[in-house]
C-alpha cells in the first residue's frame, strides 16, 4: 500500500510535480542509443610549440592555427601574413578576409613558434593585414574561459579526465584556464545512432502517462484531504 504524505499540501505539491513530467522526462534519457565521451587534456606552450594530447582536434576557435587538425583559410591567410610580414587588399576585398577578426571571429593566431594578435586596419584604399607579436600567457589568458565559469560537465572532465553525455557537450574544444594551467576538454569517443528510435519514444510516452496520472490522482487525493481537514 502506498504510504502518503500527511500533509494535504504534500501531496498535492508532489502531483503537481508528477504532472509536469513532460517538461523533464526528455531530459532523464531513457534508454538513448546516442553518447559522446569527452576526455581532458592540459596545454602547455614551451617557448616554441604548443604540447597537446594528438587527439585534440583544435583548442580554442579563438586562436586559428592552434592544434588544429588540417589546414585551414584562416591558417593559410596567417602564415602568409606573416612571411610576408603584411599582406595588403583593396578595402572591399579586404572586409572579406578581416570579417572573422575581433568579436565576430579569432583574435590571435599561432604561427611557427608563437602567438600573434592579428590586426586589420584601413590605410587609404587599402586594407593591410598583419600580426604582432604577442607572449604567449597574455593571448592564452585572454581567450581562455576560467574554470569557475566553465560549464558543470567540462568542469567535471578537468577534475575526473572524462564524462560522458547524451548531447554533445558545449564548451568543448575551447581553452579552459584553472589558476595557472591550460585545459582543454574534447571529443574521444561517441556512438551515434540515426533514424527513428521507437523503444526509446515508446518508454518516454509510458513514463510520462503514467507519471500524469499518478499526478491527477495525488492532488485529488490530496484536495479531498485537505477539505475533509477543514471540516472537522
Known amino acids: ?4 504524505p500527511s500533509n494535504p499540501a504534500l501531496t498535492i ?3 503537481v510535480l508528477l504532472l509536469a513530467n513532460p ?3 526528455g531530459h532523464l534519457h531513457l534508454d538513448d542509443p546516442n553518447w559522446y565521451r569527452y576526455e581532458s587534456s592540459e596545454v602547455t606552450y614551451d617557448g616554441s610549440s604548443i604540447d597537446v594530447d594528438i587527439h585534440v582536434d583544435g583548442v580554442d576557435d579563438d586562436v586559428a592555427c592552434l592544434a588544429a587538425p588540417t589546414p585551414s583559410r584562416a591558417c593559410a591567410l596567417e602564415y602568409a601574413v606573416h612571411e610576408d610580414g603584411n599582406l595588403t587588399a583593396p ?3 579586404g572586409h572579406i578576409f578581416t570579417r572573422n577578426y575581433g568579436r565576430l571571429g579569432y583574435r590571435y593566431a599561432f604561427v611557427e613558434d608563437g ?3 592579428v590586426e586589420a586596419r584601413e590605410v587609404g584604399d587599402e586594407t593591410v593585414l598583419s600580426l604582432n607579436r604577442t607572449p604567449a600567457d597574455e593571448a592564452m589568458r585572454s581567450v581562455a574561459t576560467p574554470i569557475s565559469r566553465a560549464a558543470p560537465q567540462v568542469r567535471q572532465a578537468i577534475r575526473s579526465e572524462s564524462v560522458k553525455t547524451h548531447q554533445p557537450l558545449d564548451g568543448a574544444n ?7 594551467t591550460y585545459y582543454v576538454v574534447y571529443r574521444a569517443a561517441a556512438h551515434i545512432e540515426s533514424g527513428p528510435h521507437p523503444l526509446r519514444n515508446l518508454l518516454e510516452s509510458g513514463v510520462t502517462a503514467f507519471g500524469m496520472g499518478v499526478g491527477l490522482w495525488l492532488v485529488l487525493k490530496g484536495q479531498r484531504r485537505r477539505i475533509e481537514r477543514e471540516r472537522q
Open 1 to 4: 500500500m502506498v504510504s502518503l
Open 13 to 15: 505539491a508532489l502531483g
Open 23 to 25: 517538461l523533464y522526462v
Open 91 to 93: 578595402v572591399g576585398w
Open 115 to 117: 602567438f600573434y594578435e
Open 174 to 180: 575551447q581553452l579552459i584556464r584553472d589558476g595557472n
